[in-house]
């Protein structure tokens, strides 16, 4: 079974289309996040939650709105996509904020 | 504000020769240290964490760290390479706030 899935893998829409991530744990996890990989393989935090709580909100523009049903699940809704959104985005869990955290496989966005 | 920096992009080593890929961080107060390695398309895999147990981590695949506070150091090692050791490479830090800060990352490539 998979720790951490993350739908679609793959994803290529034209600018100022809405699209959603989905994220799933099954690590029984009180913590997740969404991060971003840019094309120059750099990682960066954008959300963070806990007990689907908000606790991290990285400066990321308001077109990007996680939302957290249950404890199990962390999905990320992009409006009006912009070209610059293009990017990996990883979901991850983790058990406590200062533990090890488990990545999905990533969703590689693509906006034309 | 915690950093992390990877020093070298990308680390070619033969196949059989020593790997050591350098990570310091900056911070007053010791972090919780990370390891994860990310092969083509794929998400990231922890190789090893430091949480101020033991200053040598053995992690998996052979790898190891050695945690260095004098020198603010977790530099990444593994005494022969394999092939399948070619992949990017990503120190990462955490001060229990809920968020991984990543190093830019190195590559490595394996030549036979």
């Known amino acids: 079974d998979t720790a951490v899935s993350q739908t679609p893998k793959y994803l290529v829409t034209q600018m100022g289309n809405d699209k959603s991530i989905k994220c799933e744990q099954n690590?029984?996890?009180?913590?997740m996040y969404w991060y971003k990989q840019d094309s120059k393989k750099f990682l960066k935090i954008m959300f963070s939650?806990?007990?689907?709580?908000?606790?991290i909100n990285e400066t990321v523009p308001n077109r990007f709105s996680p939302k957290s049903p249950d404890k199990a699940h962390l999905n990320l809704h992009i409006n009006s996509l912009e070209l610059g959104d293009s990017a990996v985005y990883f979901c991850?869990?983790?058990?406590?904020?200062?533990?090890?955290?488990?990545f999905g496989q990533g969703t590689r966005l693509t906006v034309v | 504000a915690q950093s992390v920096t990877q020093l070298g992009s990308h680390v070619s080593v033969s196949e059989g020769a020593l790997v050591l890929l350098r990570c310091n961080y900056s911070?007053?107060?010791?972090?919780?240290l990370f390891w994860y390695v990310q092969y083509p398309n794929q998400g990231l895999q922890l190789l090893l964490k430091y949480t101020s147990a033991a200053t040598l981590v053995k992690g998996i695949n052979g790898f190891e760290a050695e945690f260095k506070k004098s020198e603010t150091s977790f530099h990444l090692t593994k005494p022969s390479a394999h092939m399948s050791d070619a992949a990017e490479y990503f120190c990462?830090?955490?001060?229990?706030?809920?968020?991984?800060?990543f190093g830019a990352g190195t590559t490595v490539t394996v030549r036979a």
């Open positions: 991850a869990s983790s058990r406590s904020p200062d533990t090890e955290a488990f």
């Open positions: 939650y806990n007990n689907k709580e908000l606790i």
């Open positions: 690590l029984g996890h009180d913590t």
């Open positions: 911070s007053s107060v010791p972090p919780y």
């Open positions: 990462a830090v955490s001060h229990n706030d809920y968020k991984l800060s």
